[in-house]
């Protein structure tokens, strides 16, 4: 893995997220608890809506467009046969880290 620092843990409010752009297109990162984070697409399949300004509540996020609601674990619409990419994410020293190699081999937008 090659993991990229993307900011500090504290840079991204409890239940919210912030986003990452990439060459391949933008990650929302997602932080739900004290120290825990998650990274997604940050598009909707339905009709694009910006996840990362979705409603996060317990590990999932709520598009704000029309309301389909994502496992932000394995990316499924919960009810609905939509899903999402994810990327591999963890917290080193405070630090939020993304696995480049994952990112670059996927199609994030």
């Known amino acids: 893995m090659n993991w ?21 297109g933008c990650v929302a990162v997602f932080r739900t608890a004290e ?4 990274a997604v697409t940050d598009r909707c399949p339905h ?13 999932s996020v709520t598009c704000p467009l029309h309301n389909w609601v994502f496992d932000l674990n394995t990316g499924h619409a919960q009810g609905e046969p939509g899903a999402i990419d994810t ?12 696995d480049g190699s994952e990112l670059a081999s996927r199609s994030a937008a």
Not at 47 to 59: A, N, T, Y
């Open 35 to 38: 120290t825990e984070v998650f």
């Open 4 to 24: 990229i620092d993307i900011c500090a843990i504290d840079d991204i409010p409890l239940r919210g997220a912030r986003k990452l752009k990439t060459k391949m």
């Open 47 to 59: 009709k694009g809506g910006p996840l990362s300004e979705g409603i996060v509540h317990g590990q």
């Open 87 to 98: 990327f591999p994410v963890r917290i080193e020293a405070g630090r939020v880290l993304i």
